[in-house]
């Protein structure tokens, strides 16, 4: 089955960076990748989303990239803000049942 | 449109007893599910539904039945609460049943089970 790790569970940045998460699969190669906001105490929002045979996606100062030879998906978000403070959910199709597998979540920080 | 909606925000039970969550969308979306998201693990998938009439189980479906009688409608019914079922729910609507499709999900129902 397929398996998805987000390999830091919190993020400390200062405002003004660029945050970086990390997100790692295994098994097959899925053709969609999806991104995700969480803030406490309410669902998860959809940010975005890239295909197997896209490279890059951007939308203001978010940044995908998908890597298929290394399985891994990088989610940037440039300039940050303390409003970015919030779980990053990657999640990415589970294989026959055609649904969304989620990763565990980046708790990222963004400190004035 | 108010999106993706779920009653109760927040609810107690008792082992044993029984309840159903509720879920409704407004935007004519087919493709609707439930997921659980408890520390530490990400969310995971309960039951789902592809249209009207039409459920099948997710990763984690013991404990849990669901129906679809309806569009809008996807109620998540606990048959006998047990504090393993202590979670927060999340009910989830597309606009298809592809994983290319962003999903749209509601605020959530906080369950305790003592």
């Known amino acids: 089955s397929q398996k998805i790790e987000q390999n830091s569970e919190a993020l400390n940045i200062q405002e003004g960076k660029t945050a970086t998460l990390t997100c790692n699969y295994t098994n097959y190669s899925p053709a969609y990748l999806q991104w995700y906001r969480q803030d406490p105490g309410r669902g998860p929002v959809f940010l975005l989303l890239i295909r197997e045979n896209e490279k890059e996606k951007r939308k203001e100062r978010l940044k995908v990239t998908f890597d298929t030879t290394l399985k891994q998906s990088l989610f940037h978000i440039t300039a940050s803000q303390p409003a970015d403070s919030a779980t990053y959910l990657c999640a990415l199709d589970g294989g026959s049942q055609g649904n969304l597998i989620f990763g565990k979540g980046t708790k990222l920080s963004v400190k004035p | 449109n108010a999106g993706v909606t779920q009653t109760p925000k927040f609810q107690v039970l008792k082992t044993g007893q029984s309840m159903t969550l509720q879920c409704a969308q407004d935007m004519n979306h087919e493709y609707m599910s439930w997921y659980r998201q408890d520390p530490g693990m990400g969310l995971r998938l309960i039951h789902y539904s592809v249209g009207a009439g039409i459920t099948d189980q997710g990763e984690v479906p013991n404990g849990y039945n669901v129906s679809r009688s309806t569009t809008e409608d996807f109620p998540l019914r606990l048959l006998s609460a047990a504090p393993s079922q202590t979670s927060v729910y999340f009910c989830?609507?597309?606009?298809?049943?592809?994983?290319?499709?962003?999903?749209?999900f509601g605020p959530g129902t906080r369950l305790t089970v003592t």
């Open positions: 989830a609507s597309s606009s298809e049943y592809r994983t290319s499709h962003e999903q749209y």
